[in-house]
């Protein structure tokens, strides 16, 4: 009851009135106190000149709560649609390779997440960023992410799909042939060893030994996508071709995948994850103003149009220039414009907020060329890349790099300064390094299971397809005969209508005529006999 209340009633009831309260004493609080407390804290202040201070503290100690979630917050809805870009690299290596195998690299592609996102939390953001025990070379320390500062999370989560993204690419360059347990321990190398060793190079800014010496890579050119890159060439190379994919006098033998729609799909998810790949890497949103005294919010809406602009260039370059190429069937290829668009993307992501947007049109064209021209070299030294991976990635990637110096607005077709050939110096052996590094751990990791019998699948069971075999489904059940009958004569079941029914009758069909031919062959030894 409030003492007013209790006034109108105390006639009635006989009581006195209880005292009115007293006024709190005054209170005189440090400034570092202030800096913990709330704009209400600051009504115990009497003095007008200290509680102004408190107000101004409080209300700069919200603000920045405020950014730093709204940074959180940024980056964690990045990196979200980061992940997202796993379903396009599934979507597109699925259909990129024949209905046999679909259910083997989706496999593989899924295992990238799931693998990844273990090795990552045990031991590769430590190697990464781990901050206890770090150097020039490694990081170390936060071990299964123990001891971890809460505001490093989002960073984490940030960082693991980037390295899930790097040992995706590798996938699509050893597609239909590669055993799982080969794929597996590559997998495990490069989310948990090769690429955070390379991150900590190049973007621990504090101790990294490329990062100190001024290499610029905003987005990955090189620490992701030449890392992908190289590996899924030297694993091409070790690996070899496809059976009948080559024939002796060096012509090639197409071997399409079974699905443009699902590889244009895939295509369709991977620039759109692009989006935040590249913007995203500004890393925060909220800040008002970067170290270049730019708004936040206009690097990332820069980067997100200098990515849409180098894909699309990236595209037309790779559809015209496959179009007149001298020796081929001049056709209008969507698989060209596709690769073009994703090395056009690739190309950009070192220089994205850095650049004007007539360079982003320049370096992603530049792109489209370049991915061309690697594919057609693979083919001429037979390496099958099914996917393009190494021109879209490494080829692309490498140029990238290069671009970012050249192009920068403060590059050196701009100024020409020291600075800008020093940085374009550091670019050029860092990507160097970077590539060799990924190159040289790969090869080791392969060589060994190929010595051991480890890498490769056998000839007849990449004959037959990984599906059925490996994983015992079917991609397409109800219409991929092949596979069905494969099924069958590995003993498993079969749909008991449509092309279940077509491939019993057939597979019936074929083993009436191969006892037919063995009888055949018989018969005249019999006599003879």
């Known amino acids: 009851t409030s003492p007013a209340a209790f006034a109108r009633n105390s006639s009635l009831r006989g009581l006195s009135p209880p005292p009115p309260p007293s006024a709190p004493p005054p209170r005189v609080l440090s400034p570092h106190t202030t800096a913990t407390m709330s704009l209400a804290d600051c009504a115990v202040f009497t003095n007008a000149t200290l509680r102004l201070d408190c107000m101004q503290s409080a209300l700069e100690n919200q603000q920045a709560n405020y950014e730093a979630n709204v940074d959180q917050f940024f980056i964690v809805t990045m990196a979200m649609i980061i992940f997202l870009m796993q379903a396009g690299f599934a979507c597109l290596e699925a259909g990129s390779v024949r209905t046999k195998n679909t259910v083997n690299i989706l496999m593989k592609n899924f295992l990238d997440s799931a693998l990844g996102a273990i090795v990552y939390w045990a031991f590769g953001w430590s190697f990464a960023f781990g901050g206890d025990h770090d150097n020039v070379f490694i990081g170390g320390g936060n071990f299964f992410l123990a001891d971890m500062d809460p505001g490093n999370y989002s960073i984490w989560f940030f960082h693991f799909v980037f390295a899930a993204t790097a040992a995706t690419i590798v996938s699509g360059a050893m597609a239909e042939r590669t055993t799982l347990t080969a794929y597996c321990c590559y997998s495990v190398l490069l989310t948990g060893f090769a690429y955070p060793v390379v991150t900590h190079w190049a973007w621990d800014f504090d101790n990294g030994w490329l990062a100190t010496r001024g290499y610029k890579d905003f987005a990955g050119s090189g620490v992701v996508h030449c890392v992908g890159g190289a590996a899924a060439l030297v ?295």
Not at 450 to 465: D, M, Q, Y
């Open 235 to 529: 694993g091409a190379m070790i690996l070899g071709p496809r059976i009948n994919r080559f024939n002796e006098d060096g012509s090639v033998n197409p071997i399409p995948g079974h699905s443009v729609f699902i590889a244009s799909l895939g295509a369709f998810i991977l620039w759109f994850g692009f989006f935040a790949f590249n913007g995203g890497s500004q890393a925060q949103i909220a800040h008002g103003t970067s170290a270049d005294g730019d708004l936040d919010a206009n690097i990332v809406a820069l980067c997100i149009v200098n990515t849409t602009i180098a894909g699309a260039a990236g595209a037309v370059a790779a559809l015209i220039i496959v179009r007149l190429w001298p020796g081929d069937g001049h056709y209008w290829s969507l698989g060209a414009a596709i690769n073009g668009a994703l090395a056009g993307m690739v190309a950009i992501c070192a220089g994205v907020n850095d650049v004007y947007p007539w360079a982003a049109f320049v370096i992603g064209g530049l792109a489209g060329l370049v991915e061309v021209c690697w594919s057609k070299m693979l083919l001429r030294f037979k390496i099958d890349d099914p996917l393009d991976a190494a021109p879209v990635h490494l080829g692309a990637g490498l140029w990238g790099v290069i671009a970012a110096p050249l192009f920068g607005k403060t590059g050196v077709f701009y100024t020409g300064s020291q600075e800008s050939f020093d940085i374009l110096g550091v670019n050029a052996y860092g990507v160097v390094v970077i590539c060799a590094w990924s190159a040289a751990l790969t090869g080791i990791l392969l060589l060994c299971l190929k010595h051991f019998n480890l890498l490769r699948v056998p000839a007849e069971l990449e004959l037959a397809g990984l599906d059925i075999k490996k994983h015992g489904e079917i991609a397409y059940p109800e219409h991929d005969l092949e596979s069905n009958m494969n099924a069958l004569a590995s003993g498993y079941p079969v749909a008991d209508s449509g092309i279940g029914v077509l491939a019993r009758t057939l597979s019936v069909q074929i083993v009436n005529k191969e006892a037919e031919a063995r009888k055949d062959s018989l018969d005249p030894k019999l006599s003879a006999v």
